[in-house]
């Protein structure tokens, strides 16, 4: 049991990290970001080439993962999402360009990559054993940085200018805009750093599970169950809904295992009663 | 009395429209032997169907990502109908339909009051239950899906043969293809009376504003489930017939890419319009066709050419068609 407690608290703390990112993003823009996933895959695939493919170290290739990600994420938003929310009647329309994106990411990300799954040595090596658990060195250290990741920017939004300025907005748009917040930088800012939260997840698990082209909408739609538990557009309900599914994942896969491959259908069974009661996720704002 | 001109004239064109797919479309695919069109013809038919109903669903205010499911259900109701049972595939046609509506008022009472981004993630988990539910239950025969499901039969009322036997037909392809036409023609009428109908201004006033809609005592309650559950009839049937031409259902055979699909196709066509969805079912299926013979940047220039137009077009297709007025 303490074995599963551990995988569930280490799965947990990657999906964590991924919600944020989608869960900033629709707090800030109201867009449901599709092409998450696909953002995550594009985060591995730059860490795999520059840790992997180059041989620089496993750091660097992590900050070029998040900073690439918070490029592409700041022009998506400028370029795409920006002129298409002003323009459009109404606001499902960025669905479509979420989704058309998500399609642009996996064809670039195939043409250049492949669709071989692709793997990168181990940052370190050994493995923790005492009478109960037994986990990689690396694993752990993966937790560890997605932890302090989760912390650090916890402690971004709560003290920084921007972080404010981003709180603001997600509360109230235009009452920010009234008390002087400059909405438009703060969007980009707040839509670049929920891409640069993507990839760096990306790069912290290409370390351990490898990365392919196809496995973008499979995580997207995890993160979406993460944030329909925890509350769309809220940062604690992101990560409790993250730690939650990472641990029932952990555990539906040691109780369920003799009825077969059932634990994502009994986690949707769950949700769809949970969401029945609580339709707004654990921490969510009503019809956020 | 004053709208009775442009009411004529669009009735004709309807019937022009028809009278080009039953007659023009079929004398061209003759002329020119190109008989694959059928195949793809009958698919772009079905498919908007499938997105008609999504399109309910937008028309009441709500992101529908979850219709894969329902086409889905569908076409296991009717195969297993068909297969198990030996009844006639046009009696399991409405039946699927039927079961998929009962289906979706069991699930859409919770879950319709679930609104935006809440009710578009919970039906985008949806296709993913439908998917998995069709791989553990031992009726739908897992992943090995069930296959070879004979040709619809005779259907004849009164002595009367109404339908004849698909298998006995020399050509197959054109009685699918007429069949998917007529019932899709079918259904936009149906849609077409629904919007214009006192409830569809219901339906409309629900999309503006829930509340201020139930406080002048419109049943908003009653009209959404109402509403959800025409659209996994649509749903329902559409996946039905997939199943047939196919003759192969899987649990793979509609899965999240689909049911993202079906949405897009709506937004592609224009929300606000009711031909929105066939529109974009045709420019999407047929785009992404025409594209195959580029071969490895088939996905790249289809996903540049759909952020294009949401760049220039956001308010889909058919707002070119319109005057265009300045919105805020």
């Known amino acids: 049991m303490e074995q599963v407690i551990a995988n569930g608290l280490y799965l947990g703390a990657q999906y964590a990290l991924i919600a944020l990112g989608l869960t900033l993003i629709f707090a800030l823009m109201n867009v449901l970001n599709f092409a998450h996933g696909q953002m995550y895959v594009l985060g591995g695939f730059v860490t795999y080439t520059i840790y992997g493919q180059l041989k620089l170290p496993f750091v660097v290739a992590l900050i070029c993962s998040g900073v690439t990600l918070a490029i592409f994420g700041g022009l998506m938003e400028k370029f795409l999402f920006r002129p298409v929310v002003r323009r459009s009647k109404r606001e499902e329309s960025t669905m479509l360009l979420a989704a058309a994106t ?10 250049l990559f492949g669709e071989k799954q692709r793997g990168v040595p181990k940052i370190i090596s050994g493995v923790f054993v005492s009478d109960r658990v037994i986990l ?10 997605a932890i302090l990741m989760i912390a650090a920017f916890m402690l971004f939004m709560q003290y920084s200018k921007p972080g404010r300025a981003m709180r603001a907005l997600a509360q109230d748009r235009v009452a920010a805009q009234l008390m ?13 750093l929920g891409a640069m939260l993507a990839g760096v997840v990306g790069g912290l698990l290409v370390s351990i599970t490898g990365v392919n082209s196809g496995i973008g909408g499979p995580i997207s739609i995890k993160a979406f169950l993460m944030v329909m538990i925890g509350g769309a557009g809220v940062v604690g309900g992101a990560i409790a809904g993250g730690f939650i599914l990472g641990m029932m994942e952990s555990v539906g896969l040691t109780v369920l295992r003799e009825y077969g491959d059932i634990t994502y259908l009994v986690i949707f069974a769950l949700l769809m009663i949970f969401l029945s009661i609580r339709p707004h996720g654990l921490m969510g704002k009503p019809w956020g | 009395m004053r709208h009775a001109p442009i009411a004529t004239l669009k009735i004709a064109s309807a019937v022009v429209f028809l009278l080009a797919l039953l007659v023009a479309v079929p004398l061209l695919i003759n002329a020119t032997g190109r008989t694959d069109l059928y195949y793809t013809l009958t698919s772009v038919a079905l498919l908007s169907i499938i997105s008609a109903g999504v399109w309910i669903t937008f028309y009441i205010g709500r992101i529908n990502i979850g219709q894969g499911a329902y086409a889905l259900m569908g076409g296991y109701v009717s195969a297993i109908l068909v297969m198990n049972y030996g009844m006639s595939f046009w009696l399991t046609l409405p039946l699927a339909g039927l079961f998929c509506a009962a289906a979706s008022v069991l699930i859409g009472l919770p879950i319709l009051r679930l ?3 809440y009710f578009a993630m919970v039906s985008l988990v949806l296709t993913e239950v439908a998917r998995l539910l069709a791989l553990a239950l031992p009726i739908t025969n897992g992943a090995s899906g069930i296959v070879s499901i004979p040709l619809p039969s005779r259907l004849s009322l009164f002595g009367l043969t109404l339908i004849p036997d698909f298998a006995t037909l020399a050509n197959p392809r054109l009685s699918f293809y007429i069949a998917s036409v007529l019932l899709m023609a079918l259904c936009f009428l149906g849609l077409y009376r629904l919007a214009h109908s006192r409830i569809g201004q219901l339906c409309q006033s629900l999309q503006q504003n829930e509340e201020l809609a139930s406080s002048i005592g419109v049943n908003i309650a ?3 489930v109402v ?19 196919s003759q192969s259902i899987y649990p793979s055979s509609f899965t999240v890419a689909d049911s993202v699909n079906f949405m897009l196709n709506c937004f592609l066509g224009g929300l606000g319009y009711v031909l929105g969805p066939m529109l974009g079912t045709f420019v999407l ?5 025409l594209l195959f013979q580029t071969g490895e940047f088939q ?13 220039v077009l956001p308010n889909g297709l058919l707002s070119l068609a319109l005057p265009r007025k300045r919105s805020l």
């Open chain 2, 227 to 245: 509403a959800y559950a025409l659209s996994s009839f649509l749903g329902g049937v559409g996946g039905a017939m997939f199943a047939s031409i």
């Open chain 2, 115 to 117: 609104r935006g981004v």
């Open chain 1, 180 to 192: 002087g917040v400059k909405v438009e930088r703060y969007s980009m800012i707040g839509f670049a």
């Open chain 2, 222 to 224: 009653y009209l959404r």
């Open chain 1, 136 to 145: 990689p060195y690396d694993r752990i250290l993966v937790g560890v940085i």
């Open chain 2, 299 to 311: 996905l790249l220039i289809f996903s540049t050419a759909l952020i294009v137009l949401m760049l």
């Open chain 1, 102 to 111: 998500a399609f642009f990411l996996d064809a670039v990300m195939l043409l």
């Open chain 2, 285 to 289: 299926y047929f785009g992404w066709d």
